[in-house]
């Protein structure tokens, strides 16, 4: 079966398509192209093309898309994730398997003991993880990647998603189950104005919530409680962040692909 790689640049037949210097140099050098060659090409979309290389030089290729290629159409699991950055390669784990999940988006969220900052040069290469596990796993549309909110202006943002759950460690979910016909001990602040992402966040008809490694706060875990957030138990023992990210995440995937 022909290699994929992804185009920075919407994709349709005829066209003449350069592909970046990173995925040049891996089609030249690693795979040593030659004229003629046959690629598979997508570029985030719903669609994946047949492309063939027409010319090149020493850092970069050329290829013009011949034609779509039929498949069956990927199913949207019209789910979000947010969750806490872990750090190290627990987050390129995290993101690589959301993508080969076919979760929709991916929020970092900011709550009080986060300890990994979601910066800048974090989320470039989380978008090219995003890109290469597309490749592997022969998933089309990207995983998007939203930018950091707090457990408020999540829940603001959020407000919309018919299904929402929250991962909970076996002490959050009795704090959880103990407020649910108490008041929280600060009311909720839900207005936190216009949230980036609306666009894909309005895709999403599920949601899976993931605190960060000591947990939320009690506060918080009441905060979402009273924001009509569901629990979802996990088991019986504390997951790092990546396991229960990806557990919550396979087992809602898992639930609509399910026959009626």
Request: proline content about 7%.
């Amino acid at each position: 079966m022909p290699d994929r790689f992804f185009s920075e640049v919407p994709l349709r037949p005829q066209q003449l398509v350069t592909l970046d210097p990173q995925q040049s140099h891996h089609l030249l050098h690693v795979l040593r192209a030659e004229l003629g060659d046959e690629v598979h090409l997508f570029d985030g979309g719903p669609d994946e093309y047949l492309a063939r290389v027409v010319s090149k030089d020493r850092r970069s290729i050329r290829l013009e898309v011949v034609s779509r290629i039929e498949r069956p159409a990927e199913k949207s699991t019209e789910l979000l994730v947010a969750a806490a950055v872990p750090k190290g390669d627990r987050f390129r784990t995290l993101i690589e398997k959301l993508t080969e999940l076919g979760v929709t988006a991916f929020l970092p969220v900011q709550s009080t003991r986060t300890v990994n900052p979601f910066s800048t040069s974090l989320r470039q290469k989380a978008e090219q993880w995003v890109i290469e596990a597309c490749k592997q796993s022969r998933r089309n549309s990207l995983l998007e990647i939203l930018p950091p909110m707090t457990p408020d202006e999540l829940l603001f943002a959020t407000r919309h998603i018919s299904e929402r759950y929250v991962a909970c460690a076996p002490v959050d979910l009795q704090v959880l189950l103990g407020s649910e016909n108490s008041e929280p001990s600060n009311p909720p602040k839900l207005d936190a104005g216009d949230a980036a992402g609306d666009t894909i966040l309005a895709t999403c008809r599920r949601a899976l919530l993931v605190g960060p490694e000591g947990g939320f706060t009690t506060d918080e875990v009441r905060l979402v409680c009273n924001a009509g957030w569901r629990s979802l138990s996990l088991g019986q023992h504390v997951l790092r962040i990546e396991t229960a990210a990806m557990a919550g995440a396979a087992l809602l995937v898992q639930a609509e692909h399910l026959p009626r």
